[in-house]
């Protein structure tokens, strides 16, 4: 098996690896970043350097990539990725033969953008965050009260978002954050989750965990044993019908899971999740190279600790 991974220096990319290297089909990895400082592309065992995914010429090269390396399957690292992956998936499947493990664009673009998620949720009869766009915050300060968050429509990691507690706050967190959703502040930090869950057509498989966050990133992870909340994001995902992965961020709001944030593809806590029994990257390549249908793994009821490690180079890279 040959499986191209972008992003070899994001968390994502690097987890849909660390995940390939703890399964037993040991694949051979060709990672792909734009920068030669990337972790990834010295844990491979082919690797290239591309240009940004804002570049004009993105795409060509990644085509002269995916020629001379013929991958069966390409799994996307990033976010800022997903959406040209999605546009292009046929006529790479079509021209080199490989499968491309990337959702509809119109799932993308649901979970790209915050309101876009919310009111997709509010319309298809699920719990969801009261939220608003500038203009609007007046009518739901009188839903909700304080405190609320600004947070940018698009974006990932908690950057940028901000804890209002009074109006004065909001108009300013809504004047200095770019394309702003205002959203009722859910539940506590000892009730966020995330969860995934894995479905090509259907919805398959599935594991919910709760979390400590540090830097906007999953630091502590406790694999919750829940058929309620596992029954509900399976539901969510169903009617999303992704192609492949999809995870939810979502917080218990007075006892009702609420999803605040949707992303369309593997999670950074993907290699976590394949501690607990749960690899969706393995699951996902045995479905689509070998046929083998996927079912729900039975997934350990343990802790997981983050912690930061290292790679030595054994040379000089200059940027």
């Known amino acids: 098996m040959r499986v191209l991974i972008t992003g070899a220096g994001a968390l994502l990319g690097q987890g849909i690896m660390r995940s390939l290297q703890n399964s037993p089909l040991k694949p051979y990895l060709i990672a792909v970043d734009p920068s030669p400082l990337s972790v990834g592309l010295y844990w491979a065992d082919e690797a290239h350097l591309i240009p940004m995914a804002s570049a004009p010429n993105y795409m060509d090269v990644m085509r002269d990539v995916i020629a001379r390396s013929r991958p069966d399957v390409i799994m996307v690292g990033t976010d800022v990725e997903l959406m040209l992956f999605a546009q292009h998936r046929h006529d790479i499947e079509q021209t080199f033969g490989t499968h491309v493990l990337v959702s509809r664009p119109e799932v993308i673009e649901i979970a790209d953008d915050k309101w876009k998620t919310a009111q997709y949720l509010r319309e298809h009869g699920f719990p969801y965050p009261y939220s608003a766009l500038p203009g609007d915050e007046a009518e739901l300060v009188q839903r909700c009260g304080f405190p609320l968050i600004v947070k940018p429509r698009v974006g990932a990691r908690a950057i940028g978002v901000q804890s209002v507690q009074n109006a004065d706050q909001l108009a300013h967190a809504i004047a200095q954050t770019k394309q702003p959703v205002i959203q009722k502040l859910l539940g506590d930090d000892e009730s966020e989750y995330t969860a995934g869950v894995l479905g090509f057509g259907g919805v398959y498989a599935s ?49 009702m899971p609420k999803i605040f944030e949707i992303n369309a593809r593997f999670s950074g806590t993907t290699p976590l999740r394949a501690l607990a029994g749960f690899n969706e990257v393995e699951m996902s390549l045995r479905y689509l190279l070998n046929g083998e249908p996927i079912t729900q793994p039975p997934v350990q009821p343990v802790t997981i600790l983050r912690y930061w490690s290292e790679t030595v180079i054994p040379k000089i890279i200059e940027r």
Do not use: K
């Open 207 to 255: 594991i919910v965990m709760r979390r400590h966050l540090r830097d906007g990133n999953t630091y502590r992870a406790f694999v919750v044993e829940d058929a309620a909340l596992n029954q509900f994001v399976q539901q969510v995902a169903q009617s999303l019908a992704p192609y492949g992965p999809i995870n939810f961020q979502f917080r218990l709001d007075q006892g």
